[in-house]
C-alpha cells in the first residue's frame, strides 16, 4: 500500500522560513509533488521532485532522498498568503495519492 | 476561461435522495478524476478515468456511479445519499498518467447530506 505522513499543523510569523516534511512508504515512485490549498479552495500544484536533492521556485522549495524515503517544502520569506494546507503527493500507478496535509498558520 | 469547472458548488439534500456532480475540462487532457476531501482535510482518489476507460476504482461504495460521455467530462452520480458522503468532492485532470503528471482541480463540490 501507500503512505504519506506529514504533520498535520505548523505555525510561524511572518518574513520566516518553515519547513513541511513528508514521509512516504509506496510501492512504486516516480517522484514526489507538493500542492497548496487554500482554505475554500482547490489544491493547486507546487512542486515536483523526481531527482534527490533541492529544486528551488522562488521563495518555495521542496526536496527530495530517495533512499530515505523523504521530502520536504520549504518555505521563505513567509507570506500571510502563504497560511494554506499543503499536501505531498505521489503517483505510483495510475493515480496521484495525496498526504494527509499539513495546515500552515502564518501570524503577523 | 474556467480549465477545470464542477457544479453545482454546494448540494445540500436529505438522506436517501440521488444526485449528480457535473465535471468538465477544457485542457484537453486524457485523464480525469474525483477526490473526496473529508473535514480532515484527507483528499482520497476515488476514481480515474483515462480516455473515458475507468482505470481506478478505490473501493468506492456502489452507489457512487461516475460516467464519462467523452474525455473533457466525468460525472459523478450518488444514489441513496447517506450522512457519512458528506464531504468535498474534486474533480481534477491531467495529461496521461505519467511520472510527473500535474493535476488540475475544480472548484469542488461542497455536498452536505441533511
Known amino acids: 500500500g501507500q503512505s504519506l505522513e506529514q504533520p498535520s499543523e505548523v505555525t510561524a510569523v511572518e518574513g520566516a522560513i518553515v519547513q513541511i516534511n513528508c514521509t512516504y512508504q509506496t510501492s512504486g515512485f516516480y517522484g514526489l509533488s507538493w500542492y497548496q490549498q487554500h482554505d475554500g479552495g482547490a489544491p493547486t500544484f507546487l512542486s515536483y521532485n523526481a531527482l534527490d536533492g533541492l529544486e528551488e521556485t522562488g521563495r518555495f522549495s521542496s526536496f527530495l532522498s530517495r533512499s530515505d524515503s523523504y521530502g520536504y517544502l520549504l518555505l521563505q520569506e513567509l507570506q500571510m498568503k502563504d497560511s494554506a494546507s499543503y499536501f505531498c503527493a505521489v503517483y505510483p500507478t495510475d493515480k496521484l495519492i495525496f498526504g494527509t496535509g499539513t495546515r500552515l498558520q502564518v501570524f503577523p | 476561461d474556467t480549465a477545470v469547472s464542477q457544479t453545482p458548488k454546494y448540494l445540500v439534500t436529505q438522506m436517501g435522495n440521488d444526485k449528480s456532480i457535473k465535471c468538465e475540462q477544457n485542457?484537453?487532457?486524457?485523464?480525469m478524476y474525483w477526490y473526496k476531501q473529508d473535514s480532515k482535510k484527507f483528499l482520497k482518489i476515488m476514481f480515474s478515468?483515462?480516455?473515458?476507460?475507468?482505470?481506478i476504482n478505490e473501493t468506492v461504495p456502489n452507489r457512487f456511479s461516475p460516467k464519462s460521455p467523452d474525455k473533457a467530462h466525468l460525472n459523478l452520480h450518488i444514489n441513496s445519499l447517506e450522512l457519512g458522503d458528506s464531504a468535498v468532492y474534486f474533480c481534477a485532470s491531467s495529461q496521461g498518467t505519467g511520472w510527473n503528471t500535474e493535476a488540475f482541480f475544480g472548484q469542488g463540490t461542497r455536498l452536505t447530506v441533511v
Open positions: 485542457l484537453g487532457h486524457d485523464t
Open positions: 478515468y483515462n480516455n473515458k476507460e475507468l482505470i
